[in-house]
Structures are given as structure tokens and as C-alpha cells.
């Protein structure tokens, strides 16, 4: 089974700062790779597909680059709105689906 | 738009079942892929079971393979999770998904419904 990490698990930036969250899979998952936003109580929303797609409505600063093993997802200025958990998820080991344990981003 | 609802959640004994109901509208049901995914309190996402659109293939995680039946009507826009035998550590909120695209189920999640509470416990 592939495995994912993500880093950090948590992190503490200021409004305005650029935030970068990291997703390594066990094995080379290609492109296969997603990013979701979930506020404390809510359930999960996608942001970004295909590692670097940007779904319809999700504000530009959101982006995400990567593949193979490695994949990068980041917030260009941080805004209030976006204290979450961010989830990276892959489905290129079918037909398993597994999501990374997740990023708790804060406003210091 | 895409709204999905889930319901049928509560507080059950370990060894005992439950069913869990999602009502979809907002989009051409029978065309999508769906999944569940559950979130234990305080903890991460897991990917629980997926159907194809038309409900001929369907899969489980290890974790509840053998235990737990994904099915849907398409005629009624519902997905259904039946749960047999269940487990405290089956404990979480339960969430229903579309698959992103139309006819290949393998991809990405979009949308989520609200969630639904399942508590194992005697």
C-alpha cells in the first residue's frame, strides 16, 4: 500500500505570509495526487486536482506542483479564512484512496 | 447545485449494524461514481468504500472489507452504507462523496456532504 506523510503537521504563520505544506508518497503516484481544505466542524473541499489543477471557485492564491514522490501545496498570502487542515490524497494505488494525516495551519 | 445529505448516524452496540442513507440531487446521479470516507474524533480522513456509477464494481479498505456493504439506487438518487458488525473503532463522522468526474471513479472527491455521526459503544 502506498503510503502518505505530510509537513509539517502543524504551523503557526501571520496574515500575509506565504505557506507551504509538503506531501511525500511511499512510491511514484504520478500526477495522481489532491489537496482538501477542512475548517474545524465542516466537512472537506477540494482545492486543487491533479496536483496542480485549481477547482472552479478556489481563490488563486491556493496552488499546488509536484509529481512523482513529491508534491508541494501553497497558500501565496494567508488569509484569516483559510485556518483549516489541509489533506493531500492520492489515487493512483486503486482501488485504495488514501489521504496524508494532515497540515492544522494556524494564524500566530 | 450539488447537494448530498447523509442520515441514518446514531449510537449502536458493538456487534450490532447500521445503515447509513446519502440523498443526492443537483446533478445526474447515475452518472457519478460515489464513496464514503469517515473521520474518527480527533483524527484524519480514511477512505472507506467506492461504487461505480452504475453499481458494478465497488471496493473497501482493509478495515472494513467483509463487514460493510456499499450500495445505491439510482432510481431514488441514493447511496447506502450498510454496517454489519460493527466496531468501537468503526466510531466517526461518515461522509458521503461524488467522484470528480462522470463515469471513472477514480479520482478526486467533490463534493462532501455534512457528515453523519456514528458512535459504537455500549
Known amino acids: 500500500d502506498i503510503q502518505m506523510t505530510q509537513s509539517p503537521s502543524s504551523l503557526s504563520a501571520s496574515v500575509g505570509d506565504r505557506v507551504t505544506i509538503t506531501c511525500q508518497a511511499s512510491?511514484?503516484?504520478?500526477?495522481?495526487l489532491n489537496w482538501y481544505q477542512q475548517k474545524p466542524g465542516k466537512a472537506p473541499k477540494l482545492l486543487i486536482y491533479?496536483?496542480?489543477n485549481l477547482e472552479t471557485g478556489v481563490p488563486s492564491r491556493f496552488s499546488g506542483s509536484g509529481s512523482g514522490t513529491d508534491f508541494t501545496f501553497t497558500i501565496s498570502s494567508l488569509q484569516p479564512e483559510d485556518i483549516a487542515t489541509y489533506y493531500c490524497?492520492?489515487?493512483?494505488?486503486?482501488?485504495?484512496?488514501?489521504f496524508g494525516p494532515g497540515t492544522k495551519v494556524d494564524i500566530k | 447545485q450539488v447537494q448530498l445529505v447523509e442520515s441514518g448516524g446514531g449510537v449502536v452496540q458493538p456487534g450490532r449494524s447500521l445503515r447509513l442513507s446519502c440523498a443526492a440531487s443537483?446533478?445526474?446521479?447515475?452518472?457519478?461514481?460515489m464513496h464514503w470516507v469517515r473521520q474518527a474524533p480527533g483524527k484524519g480522513l480514511e477512505w472507506v468504500a467506492v461504487?461505480?456509477?452504475?453499481?458494478?464494481?465497488?471496493y473497501y479498505a482493509d478495515s472494513v472489507k467483509g463487514r460493510f456493504t456499499i450500495s445505491r439506487d439510482n432510481s431514488k438518487n441514493t447511496l447506502y452504507l450498510q454496517m454489519n458488525s460493527l466496531r468501537a473503532e468503526d466510531t466517526a463522522v461518515y461522509y458521503c462523496?461524488?467522484?470528480?468526474?462522470?463515469?471513472?471513479?477514480?479520482?478526486?472527491?467533490?463534493?462532501w456532504g455534512q457528515g453523519t455521526l456514528v458512535t459504537v459503544s455500549s
Open positions: 462523496a461524488k467522484s470528480g468526474l462522470p463515469w471513472a471513479t477514480y479520482n478526486w472527491f467533490d463534493p
Open positions: 443537483g446533478f445526474t446521479f447515475s452518472s457519478y461514481g
Open positions: 461504487i461505480s456509477y452504475d453499481g458494478s464494481n465497488k
Open positions: 512510491q511514484d503516484i504520478s500526477n495522481y
Open positions: 491533479d496536483a496542480s
Open positions: 490524497q492520492q489515487y493512483d494505488n486503486l482501488p485504495s484512496f488514501t
